[in-house]
């Protein structure tokens, strides 16, 4: 299975006799699974129904979902909403009373959304037909979301895969870097001791090695290297491994900080330094990206 991003857009049309309609998806990053439905008047029963099948196919995402209906021809009444001509009229009353406001046509007053409506006159039957291929349509729709979410996510997995490899060389580049300390971290010890005193320390050879052997303790990095490079090996076979694995492969953003955190605290030489603030700058854009995994 693919790995996902969880950014798409999808629009998907259908036709029942007279009427025409046109879904729209389309999704951005989230922490969950989230959805807003936009259903036309009289139709609000079928978003229970909507909001399952979102589920079937996708696990994460802020998802916007619109169905547009037209009805080419059919028949039809127009009713008009009194309850709501009463409220406008009340309004235009003491607007009139208040301001001395003239009142609206009657052209105008049909005008105002709610207040006329032009009823159509569907029977059950139909009304099962036209639900069930708007059903079908949607489910087309979803899966053309989930085509472009995985194209996308094809994408970042390239860069995922990329950043991974600058993490791994930076890896390297700090084991080598610790290799060196040894030597030189005896060199500066010496010379820190020597300035301090205004001579040659007067320090055994044995009592030296301690200093240096405790302060190489200290300054010990492989620990955080070979965890680096589990984080790594972890990462890649997520990727490989596809499906929705965001959260996961966010949880070892954490892992990979901590270690950048740590050895960069550690680090004494200058050389080591640089490779930590350039190894969590890379992590940073990994996280980043991780984001709009599925």
């Known amino acids: 299975m693919p790995v996902a991003s969880m950014t798409g857009f999808a629009r998907g049309t259908g036709q029942d006799g007279p009427l025409t309609w046109t879904w729209e998806a389309k999704s951005v990053n989230a922490r969950g699974l989230d959805m807003r439905c936009r259903l036309p008047g009289g139709m609000d029963a079928m978003e229970p129904e909507v909001r399952r099948r979102v589920g079937e196919h996708f696990t994460r995402g ?17 009713e008009i909403n009194r309850e709501a001509l009463a409220q406008v009229e009340t309004v235009i009353r003491e607007l009139r009373d208040d301001y001395g406001v003239e009142p609206p046509r009657a052209d105008g007053l049909l005008n105002i959304r709610g207040v006329m409506e032009v009823v159509e006159e569907d029977d059950a039957a139909d009304n099962d037909q036209r639900d069930a291929a708007i059903l079908t349509s949607l489910d087309e729709t979803l899966h053309a979301l989930s085509a472009a979410r995985n194209e996308e996510g094809a994408r970042l997995a390239t860069v995922l895969a990329g950043q991974l490899d600058e993490i791994a060389t930076l890896t390297d580049a700090t084991r080598a870097s610790e290799a060196n300390q040894p030597a030189r971290r005896r060199q500066r010890f010496e010379e820190q001791i020597a300035e301090l005193l205004g001579s040659t320390p007067q320090l055994s050879e044995e009592r030296l090695n301690q200093e240096v052997a405790l302060l190489l303790v200290k300054a010990d990095v492989r620990e955080e290297t070979d965890r680096l490079y589990a984080h790594i090996a972890a990462a890649r076979e997520l990727l490989d491994d596809g499906g929705p694995v965001g ?48």
């Open 62 to 78: 802020n998802f916007n979902l619109a169905l547009q209906i037209n009805r080419a021809t059919g028949k039809g009444r127009i």
């Open 247 to 294: 959260r996961r492969l966010d949880f070892l953003c954490q892992e990979f900080n901590r270690e950048g955190n740590t050895l960069c605290s550690k680090a004494a030489e200058i050389e080591l330094t640089a490779i930590g603030l350039d190894l969590k700058a890379v992590i940073d854009q990994f996280r980043e990206q991780v984001q709009n995994m599925e």
